[in-house]
């Protein structure tokens, strides 16, 4: 429970911003695959803040250590054991923030409900939790692609009020997304996205964003009745992440405003299957894949930690002003891509998993 | 896994529409509780189909018969099972579609997974199987009364493109939901949303909606970090109802567009704890409930079972025209009222007593 | 937790002595397998009290009603709800012991525990709590036979100091077991367990047993390393038995006297496989099944509750002597016999389940 | 699953012999709990290989890493992860045996089971596996001293036919217990016991043996009806041991012999609380602890690596002869001792935090 995420292919994840290392467990990863630091370490890459003006300026290192699980590059089918080391374990620039709770932030429900501070505030809640997320997540890619030739590519699509126009999503690449740090594939709306977090930096504000996220080549039949819908995991999954408000699939929100006749996907033969004309669904039908792209957005709210002047109470209740100190990032969305894919590839990871006993 | 939901407070759901009964054991309910049909009842009925012009026409009487765990009134501590018989229990008038997956049914995802088919179609995608989900429910909604304060009040807040105004989340309660069949405290929203509903049902189409939820007077503590944050758990569980497309806590999407220093919520003194001004969080900070009301909404599509005709293919990939036959529901969200109650209910009872194990 | 066995081939049980009923919900079963009411009474039949000398002589029909799950005799792959109606209801006979807590038994430790007494003392500590054990085993055990060939039989193999000969692991047989009503298949042994079951009736005193198991034609490869061992995942099912008080496998205590160059089993070439040529490893090794007979037993207590006056206190701490009233089991191993397969089907259907991941 | 274990304390162990390191996660251990390295380390070292002519002579530093969830000395409520790095990552010596699985050990059914060959052969099954399950058990026991004063005390009760005489359960210390080298203490069995270990090496040979555990000041209420009783849940833990074949709590299958009058323990008055004469059930009523101490034995076979020339086949079916290279430990026992106690402790500190949902 809690720090751990999957029933088959699972993880357990440890670690906080000032203590040696961050990482992760995997249990469940088939043996006989191969496996190297390095296709772990390219997806730690692109969530590692960089060092371009839309990330934060520390320069964070985050190599991976296989500790366990894999010999001569191939994996045992045993537990396999990932670390990080934390770079800089001394707490710093936290001093009067741990007084004043920062408004919207982890820092006063981790006091209530441990009874105890840890350096940076909100303990494991501090985003580098997500480095073992995204570690394991690379690895239940690997056997996603390796296995089924499932592609897993999200993106930003939207910055504040600028929105990225509707991408391809039979298409769109990694390498597209990456073609610019804010990670948008539609460079026009990059741009006014780029514009929007440097104002919000300028402003000693941050930003809040939302990501979307394909999958495709799923089999038709992944996904479990009542609460292990595929799109429940998924929703698990990204609600789970550090500033997210909102999750949905397919036609969404929007689709909550639809006729049925209109909303409805209606059934073609494609090859040697059924396939549908439209895809409101986004590639789940009653919890379960029907072999379309499975499609859906996540929404991130702006940071908490921003260097504007806040009106706020300490923990005491008494009135007081607080302004961050140090280098805050202004949005998290561009960063967030990796992190959206690695866990949208465990939920697929464990529910591939689990489709094989019915097999 | 996949029928069960909860880690403490447990359930583990049975039943689909053509079968004996459908029905729920609830394990870990505390001891020395009191506990009666009556008390379970009461949410069943909010469920059931009723014969309004609304919703189906099918009479379901739906009664709940307490199979174990309590005597003389009080619970024992031991698992709970609850039975709801099925009235008819003989597959009818789904003849023509055994041929023909519904558009955006789980008649063909089902079919693929499970290599069988259910008489009615998708099986525990059913609408029935969530009985057994509002029976629990209404167990943990009585323990979090009595044991928290804790109150939980859903309703209507669109049909179609008619939203509804925004109401006061502190004091929403369910007789004003109840006041007009849709379930929407705005009247005069209400009205349009019915007229929606009657619309769609004229045209043998059928309409999406959105409901709302809040839980009032949480502590603050509840909620686990990293993949059991109270949203993540919430999100799980919405998105496992049937038709359910999107969900949102606080600010959601909408905050995916707002600044930091707009967004975040400052803290003021509230008797003797710490409160916050604005509440974009939705009483959530960090995975963990601050004290302020929690608050929600899910999305739900327009139901795939329309009368209208729709060009689509059979399992063999013929094209044909569907109608299906029969009455069906043209709109899903009056009945899910009290499903969203029932979920958060089994959310935040888990959430309860994993809590307890802190102190 | 606690009312629920197994990960994938998973029960929930529920139901104590005077509830409308006892059951479970078995989910996992695998689809299209035929299942009927008559598949699982057999073995619900042989776990009933019967008429005869060796039982208590209550009466109890128990037959089973498939509440779900199960469509024109084909499992749906839904969660397959099984009830068993309690005849009669009504707490009865146990007057004096609501006062004085049986010793050994566990009257004393559930009051403990929840603060409540139900009407027959140990509410889930019943023997009625394991009918859903033995209904879901039948399953289980459909399901082995039927998709491996596997069989699985349990036999009497001492009542008090009276052992039974040495059996034929790869002969014996549940005819053969049932032969006698104690349930031992050597007969002269059988003849003086009968005896000393009859003595100790008479005398209203109790008698301990052992109950031994094989379970052949496993694949090997089953099991998993470190916590979930297939050894293990037996111990935990045999020892959540009631009155069970020891486990062990292959060579057992036995083996811990033995040196290594005698307990080691060589391999040698059976077939198109490897085996060995003795079995002191009962199956198992490293956790994991070898292909051999996996081979275990079980030791019971003598059953505490006796006609016989015992010094004890009551719950207030004063001196008292109980005697209880009624007819009770003088000794439970004959009727232990179809609960131990069942617990074993279970935790092999699990790990079946388990190990299709890994193809 | 597999390599987790526990449900609100919960741990998951990672590595085998020839990876950088061994280690493990422990997730729900509470917070403001004052924890070092040395607290761990001190079981790590009686766990560990020592120089002496009892176990293997190699040397394994064995120094446990924190890394997680430990913040100026106290414990953050977050997970702990720790460390403890391999010293020899070369496989070595296990040349001939790579063609030629060991009798009785688990190399043949990994080979099955994962298409793969670690180093060392068993993989998981290793030795070293237990180090992530003592680092974890140290932490449990900490937990369970200061917060309820529980002692957990194992010691080696018998080596082949040698048996110590009977300990005092409510005197028996760790002191006593490595008071000699082969951890019984009973001194002048222990002598037998020594000289029957070096008997066993001289011979190229091995030698099984029994550990006993009491565990003291268990409050009454603790384990769960059903799956989770106490002894169920310790029967597991034993069970999931390397080389483990056998576990009995209280009277054990001695009381299978026993009538119920001589086997029930009668109720008296213990100062505040009801206790008991005898202790026949070994703590436990009905799977829920009463007051009285907890105690349970676990039976090991000999070590099925040996010296000896044995007569076997290869994997292919050759006949051929194995004698295992190298020193190998001789007699598990003694080593067992703490990896014994560090599985109960781990049972008992999830049943604390499983019990305060009671309260």
Request: proline fraction near 5%; glycine fraction near 12%.
């Amino acid at each position: 429970m809690s720090s751990s995420f999957g029933s088959l292919f699972k993880i357990s994840t440890f670690g906080e911003s000032h203590c040696p290392g961050v990482g992760v467990v995997v249990d469940g990863v088939p043996p006989r695959m191969s496996l190297s630091a390095a296709d772990i370490q390219q997806q730690l890459d692109r969530r590692r803040p960089g060092g371009n003006r839309l990330g934060t300026e520390r320069d964070e290192a985050d190599q991976v250590q296989i500790l366990s699980g894999v010999e001569n590059g191939l994996t045992l089918g045993s537990p396999i054991g990932l670390l990080v080391k934390n770079k800089d374990q001394r707490p710093a620039d936290y001093g009067s923030m741990s007084q004043i709770p920062r408004p919207s932030h982890a820092d006063y429900t981790y006091r209530v409900k441990y009874g105890i501070h840890a350096s940076s505030g909100g303990g494991r809640s501090s985003a580098r939790e997500t480095i073992g997320r995204v570690a394991a997540g690379a690895i239940a890619e690997k056997f996603l692609l390796e296995k089924y030739g499932i592609e897993i590519v999200a993106w930003v699509s939207s910055v504040g009020a600028h929105d990225a126009a509707q991408v391809d999503l039979d298409k769109i690449s990694r390498e597209q997304v990456d073609a610019n740090e804010v990670r948008c594939p539609d460079s026009a709306a990059a741009q006014k996205m780029t514009a929007e977090i440097v104002a919000a930096r300028s402003d000693k504000d941050s930003v809040g964003g939302v990501v979307s996220c394909v999958c495709r080549n799923l089999p038709a039949g992944w996904g479990e009745p009542a609460f292990d819908r595929l799109e429940a995991r998924l929703a698990q999954a990204m609600l789970s992440l550090p500033a997210s408000k909102g999750f949905e699939i397919g036609s969404g929100f929007a689709g909550a405003r639809m006729r049925g006749a209109a909303h409805n996907d209606p059934f073609v033969q494609k090859g040697d299957r059924l396939g549908t004309l439209s895809n409101y669904s986004g590639g789940v039908q009653g919890g379960i894949s029907n072999g379309e792209p499975v499609y859906f957005r996540v929404a991130f709210k702006p940071p908490a930690t921003i260097g504007q002047e806040q009106q706020t109470v300490d923990y005491q209740g008494n009135a007081t002003v607080l302004a961050a100190k140090g280098r805050h990032d202004p949005c998290v969305v561009p960063r967030a891509v990796p992190i959206v894919e690695s866990m949208a590839a465990l939920v697929l990871a464990d529910l591939a998993l689990i489709q094989k006993m019915r097999s």
